[in-house]
């Protein structure tokens, strides 16, 4: 009698791989490819997405910067320049493909850097157990839904240093401690992922490490090239950027025709110029160093410490600082999104709310940007509304993000110390 084929074994006829099931990382590379490839493509201009054009900044200003960083030298003199010396590699980065226009070079490794992003991801959820590829979805979702932007900024390559030190920090800090750093050398923020570090020898590691790493690399470039440090006299003069949550009240009072500011495109992004902006960025500054003042409390505070703590400590640590910015640029977001997915790929997190009212607010920010920039610089209805909606799902997502690190961290008032204590004397 002629074999039908035992298990694991095609039959006659069958042919062989039929029947298996695809993947769970296969989805997810399959969802990568189909989201970037329609974002790649938006921006190397094969369709039109719709909106705002978002390739500017690299056809022209990143280009510009590109020819003036070559010869050893940054901006001083551009007002637009705002980033720290170490953006510099991220600029400079697609003379590696001379083969290409600058503004095709950077989209690719810009993809690339995604793609990076998509590996580190896929690798924590493996080991963070069966079924935890809900992080790699969210970082292919939240990045198709942000749309082409994300491709024509320098954050998703931030993005991957950042990724990279906090699923480095549990085995190698101080490999951690020197990613952060260096991240800190390219857009400041990468040094918050360390909020949440376990504490012992391998935070101390972790921190010395970072550091160093910083402060070599500025040593280096100071000694080396000309201006590396010209952005702080320029972001010292920043205002109140359109999109950030100090601009509401202007947002507001601009549509009910209470306030008779101007939008302007000032030291690189559109702001706010007009009666009483030039307190709402020191408000705003404030705000900051409260929000860092309470990471400070929280950290002193903290006694239980997990493997989902450094995810979820960072993913807060860096919404507060977002949320309390004078500056909320779509490519913001981009931050949010990876390290929100890391959270997911560990069970015991405590920022799933947070997470998926981030991904909610993706969702509004690219109808403000690009798709209806001018009704929120027009201070229109339609603007307004996107505005709030977003900001709102942000600030909701921040308070959230701070109970869940406080409360899965912090001690709580034991209940027998309060009931079991001895009885007070009885008054005459």
């Keep these: ?56 900044d690299v056809a022209v200003a990143y280009h510009q910067w590109f020819e003036r960083l070559r010869t050893g ?50 690798r924590a959820a493996r080991e963070g157990g069966p079924g935890r590829m809900a992080g790699p979805w969210l970082w ?27 699923v480095a920090v549990a085995r190698h800090p101080r490999l951690a401690g020197v990613l952060a750093g260096a991240g800190a050398l390219v857009k400041v923020w ?53 999109e950030s949550v100090a601009a509401l009240p202007f947002q507001l009072a601009r549509w009910l025709g209470m306030w008779h500011g101007v939008v302007r495109y000032h030291y690189g992004s559109y702001e706010f110029l007009g009666p009483h902006v030039g307190v709402a960025g020191p408000v705003a500054l404030a705000a900051s160093a409260a929000g860092l ?18 995810y979820d400590a960072a993913f807060t640590a860096v919404l507060v600082f977002v949320v ?16 929100g997915a890391l959270c997911l790929t560990c069970r015991s997190t405590t920022q799933r709310r947070p997470v998926l009212l981030v991904l909610a607010a993706c969702a509004l920010t690219v109808l403000e940007f690009p798709v209806d920039f001018h009704a929120v610089t027009g201070s229109t209805t339609e603007g307004v509304a996107l505005l709030l909606g977003r900001d709102g799902l942000l600030l909701v997502a921040t308070v959230a993000a701070c109970r869940g690190v406080w409360r899965g961290t912090t001690p709580s008032p034991d209940p027998s110390t309060l009931t079991n204590r001895p009885a007070l004397p009885a008054s005459a």
């Design 1 to 56: 009698m002629g074999s039908t084929g035992g298990p694991g074994r095609p039959g006659p006829g069958r042919p062989r791989g039929a029947g298996r099931r695809v993947g769970p990382e296969a989805l997810v590379l399959l969802g990568w490819a189909l989201t970037r490839a329609a974002l790649l493509t938006a921006v190397l201009g094969w369709w039109r997405f719709p909106g705002q054009d978002v390739t500017p």
């Design 73 to 122: 030298a940054f901006p001083a003199h551009d007002v637009t320049w705002q980033y720290p010396p170490g953006s510099a590699g991220a600029f400079l980065a697609p003379a590696l493909l001379p083969c290409l226009s600058y503004a095709h070079a950077f989209f690719l490794l810009a993809c690339a850097a995604d793609a990076v992003v998509l590996g580190l991801l896929t």
């Design 140 to 166: 292919v979702t939240g990045i198709a839904l942000l749309g082409p932007t994300v491709l024509a900024r320098y954050d998703v390559m931030v993005a991957a240093l950042a990724v990279a030190a906090l």
């Design 190 to 242: 990468p040094v918050l992922v360390l909020a949440g570090v376990t504490p012992g020898r391998g935070t101390r590691r972790a921190w010395a490490s970072a550091v160093g790493a910083a402060v070599a690399l500025a040593a280096g470039f100071h000694l080396l090239t000309r201006n590396s440090f010209a952005f702080l006299g320029t972001q010292s003069r920043r205002g109140v950027e359109v």
């Design 293 to 310: 003042g309470w990471l400070l409390w929280w950290r002193l505070r903290a006694r239980t410490f997990n493997d989902a703590l450094v």
């Design 324 to 339: 309390t910015s004078r500056v909320i640029s779509p490519q913001y977001m981009i931050w949010l999104v990876g390290l």
